[in-house]
């Protein structure tokens, strides 16, 4: 299997489980992963795929450009923009969403906000974000890098990695460690879903979790 056909069956895996069960995972294997303050536009998203980064700056005296990188992005990836947090203007509206969406992107995370909300929610396009607010980026904020290393939340995302969202928010998983996670996170939902069915059958949640190991699932693999 070559490596895009690899990335592509764990990000498959990856979107079936969800953030908090990949966060679990991260937390067992002692890995970041949780972007804070990174929230779904809408309930009901979700998306999986490797990062395609963009990391931009203050305009300088010579003012530069938002970008036109949408345009080297591939189907699937997910566009993970570092705005270094601010809620003050934009650096995604309209035009990017019907890009990305025709395009066949998997979705796009801002450390940061977004405008024109009302396309992806027409379209169905994922999209997180700190917020919306309508101001423009032009003439603000000008792209400094793409492809290099960017900041979501308070995660550090390499170009590559894997970006999952859903309701609960988004996890960034490494690239070099995804396979590692994405079976941790299977072991943890398969418990979840064991003491889920016990305690149905009126086991105690106490018995349930010592039964199925749930505790020592969570922890790092040092403290089990």
């Not at 489980?17 to 536009?41: F, H, Y």
């Not at 879903?193 to 969570?218: N, P």
């Amino acid at each position: 299997m070559d490596e895009g056909a690899g990335t592509a069956a764990v990000a498959g895996v990856l979107s079936g489980l969800g953030t908090a069960t990949l966060s679990d995972a991260l937390d067992r294997l002692g890995l970041p992963g949780s972007a804070l303050g990174i929230s779904a536009l809408a309930p009901g998203q979700r998306m999986a795929g490797p990062a395609f980064t963009v990391r931009y700056v203050p305009v300088g005296a010579v003012r530069g450009t938002v970008g036109d990188y949408i345009d080297d992005c591939e189907p699937g990836q997910v566009v993970v923009l570092d705005n270094d947090g601010r809620l003050d203007c934009t650096v995604w509206g309209d035009i990017l969403t019907t890009v990305a969406h025709v395009r066949g992107l998997a979705g796009t995370a801002i450390d940061g906000v977004c405008r024109d909300v009302a396309t992806p929610l027409e379209l169905g396009y994922p999209m997180y974000s700190r917020g919306r607010f309508m101001r423009t980026g032009k003439d603000r904020v000008q792209v400094a890098e793409v492809g290099g290393a960017v900041t979501l939340g308070d995660v550090r995302v390499a170009p590559g990695d894997l970006v999952v969202g859903d309701d609960d928010g988004v996890v960034v998983v490494p690239q070099d460690r995804a396979e590692e996670v994405a079976a941790t996170a299977l072991r943890i939902s398969e418990a979840e879903d064991l003491i889920i069915a016990a305690v149905r059958q009126g086991m105690t949640i106490a018995e349930a979790r010592r039964q199925h190991g749930y505790h020592s699932l969570q922890r790092p693999e040092e403290d089990s």
